[in-house]
Structure formats: structure tokens, C-alpha cells
């Protein structure tokens, strides 16, 4: 399974490209409190990227109940919930927290699975059947022992590997939100922007 890094970064990717798209993802906010609510947004995205994994600590199997269409599906009634108590609920920030939240799952699918039974139980529980890609673009990190001298090793080349692959797409993602948070502001102070 990809690292807790990997996951966080998945989920702040989701949140970037949110921010981007048309829609609000809270109340209407100057440029500045723009940028702390979008921040929010991206920090609970992280968030509940990495909260499947918290599996490890439960006494259920890994990998099933909360890598599941399911858990992103509960993910968004739990979030319809939580943002509706304060009255201000928008479609855009429920599925981008569900989009988060399954960012994990997309991460998992795609990794190389040395210990059986391979992948996630996508559909559970109405299908008890494992998905995964085949194609191994994260390698696999170890949990049990993370203090022995070879998992270390081992998960230090995987977390390089994650970088590699994640930052670039992080970098384009931040350099495109910049330039578009940029040209909203501008559009603010000319008083192009309708509330």
C-alpha cells in the first residue's frame, strides 16, 4: 500500500483541482479568506485521504470495509451531515471530500500487492471479490516492523518513488492554482467578480 504521504498528497491534489473547478466550495470569500478556507479544505482532504488506512487499527480485516465504494458513499452522507448542521452545505465541497476519500482507494488500486489477497474489496459488502490495477505504480510499504533496518529501507524507496511520481503533478497543480487565484483576486479588486 502507498504510504500515509502518498495518500495526503492525493488528497491535497483533490482539493487543488476542486478549488479550480467552477463552483463554490464554501461561502462567497474576499481573496484572503479565500485562500484560508480553500487551505481548510485541502488540510481535511489530506485528511481523510490517509483516514482508510485507520483499518490497521481496528479489528477488522485491512483493505475491505473502509476501502470501499461504501465507506466513500457514508464519507459524503457523514459530510452532507456535518456541514448541514452549519447551514452552509455546498454540492462542490461534499464531493470533493468524497473525491478525497477515494483518492485513497484510486492510490491502492494502482499499487503493487506482494501479500495476498491483492487489492481492495472495492464493492464491499455486497461483492467479496479483490480489485486491483496489475500495473504497480506504488510499491508497497510495510507497517508491521517499522523499525527494522530493511523495512525502513524498503519504505524509504518507496516514499521516493511515491515523490517522484506525485510531485511533479503537485507543482503543475500548485503553479495552475496560483496563476487562477491570482486572476481572481485581480477580477475582485476591479469589482468584475459578482457575489
Not at 502518498?6 to 476542486?18: K, M, N, Q, S, T
Not at 473502509?66 to 465507506?71: C, I, N
Not at 492510490?107 to 464493492?123: E, H, N
Request: hydrophobic share 50%; net charge positive; charged share 15%.
Amino acid at each position: 500500500m502507498p504510504s500515509p504521504i502518498a495518500h495526503a498528497l492525493g488528497g491535497v491534489a483533490v482539493a487543488w483541482v476542486a478549488d479550480l473547478l467552477p463552483g463554490r466550495l464554501s461561502e462567497p470569500y474576499a481573496p484572503r479568506e479565500h485562500h484560508a478556507a480553500s487551505s481548510r479544505v485541502a488540510l481535511t482532504c489530506a485528511c481523510l485521504a490517509v483516514f482508510p488506512d485507520l483499518d490497521l487499527l481496528l479489528p477488522i480485516a485491512h483493505r475491505t470495509v473502509t476501502h470501499s465504494v461504501t465507506a466513500v458513499a457514508v464519507v459524503g452522507l457523514l459530510m452532507i451531515i456535518a456541514t448541514g448542521v452549519t447551514g452552509k452545505v455546498t454540492t462542490k465541497i461534499v464531493l470533493t471530500y468524497m473525491a478525497a476519500y477515494a483518492s485513497h482507494l484510486l492510490l491502492d488500486w494502482l499499487q503493487a500487492d506482494p501479500t495476498p489477497p491483492f487489492g481492495i474489496q472495492l464493492l464491499w459488502p455486497f461483492s467479496s471479490t479483490w480489485f486491483i490495477s496489475g500495473w504497480s505504480v506504488f510499491r508497497g510499504t510495510e507497517r508491521r516492523h517499522f523499525l527494522e533496518l530493511a523495512t525502513i529501507k524498503r519504505n524509504a524507496v518507496a516514499i521516493v518513488q511515491e515523490l517522484a511520481i506525485l510531485a511533479p503533478v503537485m507543482a503543475a497543480l500548485w503553479l495552475v492554482r496560483v496563476k487562477a487565484l491570482a486572476r481572481f483576486a485581480s477580477e475582485m479588486s476591479r469589482g468584475d467578480h459578482s457575489p
